[in-house]
């Protein structure tokens, strides 16, 4: 297996007497991962930390396998988009740009050509002359995004880069993450926004009071979680008849009809759905027409995460 990008060991970040985090130990693979959680989870104190911005008060935290606090060289390796403005509005986007490469090391020509390649990326190339204090809010976003690939890093840290953004420029960005996720960089990217981090990655970290709830594949989650009652939607030309059936099933824990459709909980998913293909394979309940799982996303896990 690669060694992780990202290395937390009890890791706790604490602000007087407020925990920003509480004894966090995780291990980031490579590729994308996505950091969710509601405002206050302690989704930016952990990037800050990964990125070199914070030093843990207990614990340590390693990035690209370096201790990451107080270490320029591997500052370099990184790409850091905050979730905050923090511009000079009367430069140019263009300027803003070339001038952040040049404190990084770059020549004028060099970190003009990346400066435009960035620009390009994002679809900024249009305003690129214009002042930031006259960008919308969304090309504010747009052109920290590309301040945080300019300098073509290794791992892309993003705090809430969808923010804000209409339709077409959340399609770009999430094009962007996913085109750097494909060329084999990694990414982590933060949202409190559930079903963005599903566009662009199944591999999620859920944080809640600054603890990490459960990290991996959303579907390997659910697994963990076997108490977890899974509604199923089921959509047949006769719903009684298959609920009736249904009902003489042991592992259905609940049943009622809706609109034409039996909405079903299950303790047991995998057994359901085989028997339930079983059932709509015979004659025994009429056709079935469509199954769906409204459980079957983050939204549903997170939210049983944090009641529990």
């Known amino acids: 297996m690669s060694p992780p990008v990202i290395a937390a060991h009890g890791v706790s970040k604490w602000y007087g007497q407020v925990i920003g985090l509480n004894n966090v130990t995780v291990s ?27 030093k843990p008060s207990q614990g340590h935290v390693q990035v690209l396998g370096e201790p990451i606090w107080g270490n320029p ?7 850091y988009c905050p979730d905050h403005d923090g511009f000079y509005e009367r430069m140019t986007g263009r300027d803003w740009l ?33 002042k930031i204090g006259g960008y919308s809010k969304g090309m504010r976003q747009r052109i920290k995004l590309a ?16 923010a ?19 060329e084999g960089r990694s990414v982590v990217v933060s949202s409190h926004v559930l079903h963005e981090i599903e566009l662009m990655t199944s591999n999620i970290l859920l944080l809640n009071n600054g603890r990490i709830l459960a990290e991996g594949n959303v579907h390997q989650i659910r697994d963990l979680i076997d ?8 959509t047949a030309d006769d719903p009684r008849r298959l609920a009736r059936r249904l009902l003489g099933y042991s592992h259905v824990i609940a049943m009622q009809l809706q609109d034409g459709a039996v909405i079903a909980q299950t303790n047991r998913p995998d057994v359901f ?22 459980d079957d996303n983050l939204h549903a896990v997170f939210s049983y995460l944090v009641n529990q």
């Open 164 to 182: 804000g953004l209409d339709p077409l420029g959340r399609r770009r960005v999430i094009d962007v993450i996913r085109a750097w996720g494909r």
């Open 227 to 234: 108490e977890h009652p899974h509604t199923v939607r089921i």
């Open 273 to 294: 759905y085989t028997e339930l293909t079983a059932l709509a394979a015979g004659d025994e309940v009429g056709a079935v027409r469509e199954v769906t799982s409204p």
């Open 28 to 54: 980031i693979p490579p590729g994308i991962s996505g950091l969710l959680g509601p405002n206050g989870a302690g989704k930016s104190t952990l990037l800050k930390l990964v990125s070199g911005q914070l």
């Open 73 to 79: 060289k591997a500052y370099r390796r990184i790409g």
């Open 147 to 162: 301040q945080a690939i300019a300098h073509d890093p290794e791992l892309l840290v993003l705090d809430e880069p969808l």
């Open 98 to 130: 070339t001038a952040l490469l040049g404190l990084g090391g770059f020549d004028d020509d060099r970190a003009a050509r990346a400066a435009a390649r960035a620009l390009d990326t994002v679809g900024l190339t249009d305003a690129a002359d214009r």
